[in-house]
């Protein structure tokens, strides 16, 4: 019986020492991406997603391409946080909402390659920021390749 016992105790402890180990490996692996973890950060964990957007900005000052250009006819957009950044003629970069966005796209005249909308991001830029922009462009009956999207961040 004590013999029993004596490994019923081995049973446990190494029951145990396997389960440490698999929780200090995966809090290792957490730790290695971004969003997974122990949660260092400054917030709560929880957040309300809201686009902003500058009020000055009405559909009838942004609906054409001959006031919302950006380089060659394209609509040159940064995502910036969860605000879409325009580039405008004068070359700076005005907020815009995303039904301005939906409105204006098609109505781009493009390059010669047929790229009507470029999209950047900053590193501030949000997943779902991008997200919703790129359902607000295919809502908007853009091609695919009509996009183009630019992997390198901007600042």
Known sequence: MAANKAVSNRKLIAGGVIIAAAGALLSMIGGLFPGFGNGDGDGDGISDIEINAASENSPNNLTTSSNTTSTQGILDIVID???????????????????????????????????????????????????????????????????????????
């Open 81 to 155: 946080g969860e605000t879409y950044l325009v580039t405008q003629q004068d070359g700076k970069r005005s907020p815009m909402t995303l039904d301005e966005i939906s409105d204006t796209a098609p109505n781009m005249a493009g390059n010669e390659d047929g790229i009507l909308v470029q999209v950047s991001r900053k590193r501030s830029s949000l997943f779902s920021a991008e997200r919703a922009l790129e359902e607000a462009l295919q809502e908007s009956k853009l091609d695919k390749s009509q996009i183009r999207w630019v992997q390198e961040v901007v600042d």
